[in-house]
């Protein structure tokens, strides 16, 4: 399977600020997943990422929030606009390679 | 049509005991079901996962039992042990490399 590396671990900002977190692949991938996992909850599908288009996000999800790059088959980011308290939560990329494999997550919180 | 619905919110079961977590989906077209393990502050981990063609798959301690006709797979933990303690997810996914619907998740804990 797949290794994800992503950065930053975890991150703590100020409200009205923005945060990219970064997600790196050990293989090329066409898709790859962002989710997002508040506090004791499940995980949240936010977008699907194809390199060489635009992302495509779920309901209740916009790019405005939550901006996606994915400049090449190995490499995706994740920006969290203009963030609230409301935006604490977990961020993990994920790729279906061999089975479904997911980054260590980014634990924001905002304050 | 999406959802995946996943029961027992929390479970608490003695070492050696054998822990059930039931999970439910209404979509016909999912085809994979997978199985992932949480541990605090780590990213889900694939425990296991089962197509539908297949009523049961087995790796190592776990097992994977799957009711088509039902619209139900389920997952046992054999000999249970105080590691095995986290959250537990199960999924469902259509067609390939998908996205993923996840159900609720298990709050398992195992007592020496």
């Known amino acids: 399977s797949a290794v994800i590396s992503q950065k930053p671990s975890r991150d703590i900002c100020q409200r009205g600020t923005s945060l990219t977190i970064q997600c790196q692949v050990d293989s090329q991938v066409t898709m790859m997943f962002w989710y997002r996992q508040q506090p004791g909850q499940s995980l949240t599908l936010i977008a699907t990422a194809n390199q060489g288009s635009e992302a495509t996000y779920e309901s209740g999800f916009v790019i405005d929030k939550f901006p996606i790059s994915r400049p090449n088959l190995t490499f995706s980011t994740l920006t969290v606009s203009n963030m609230s308290p409301e935006d604490s939560s977990i961020y993990l990329c994920?790729?279906?390679?061999?089975?479904?494999?997911f980054g260590s997550g980014t634990r924001l919180t905002v304050v | 049509q999406q959802q995946v619905k996943q029961s027992p919110q929390s479970l608490i079961v003695q070492k050696g005991g054998i822990p059930i977590i039931n999970c439910a989906y209404e979509?016909?077209?999912?085809?994979?079901f997978p199985w992932y393990q949480q541990f605090p502050g780590k990213g889900p981990a694939l425990l296991i996962a089962?197509?539908?063609?297949?009523s049961e798959k087995k790796e190592g301690r776990f097992t994977i039992s799957f009711n088509k006709s039902a619209k139900q797979f389920s997952l046992h933990i054999m000999d249970s042990q105080p590691g095995d303690s986290a959250t537990y997810f199960c999924?469902?996914?259509?067609?390939?490399?998908?996205?993923?619907?996840f159900g609720q998740g298990t709050r398992l804990t195992i007592n020496p």
């Open positions: 999924a469902a996914s259509m067609g390939g490399a998908q996205k993923l619907v």
């Open positions: 089962i197509r539908p063609d297949v």
């Open positions: 994920s790729v279906g390679v061999g089975g479904y494999t």
């Open positions: 979509n016909t077209a999912f085809d994979y």
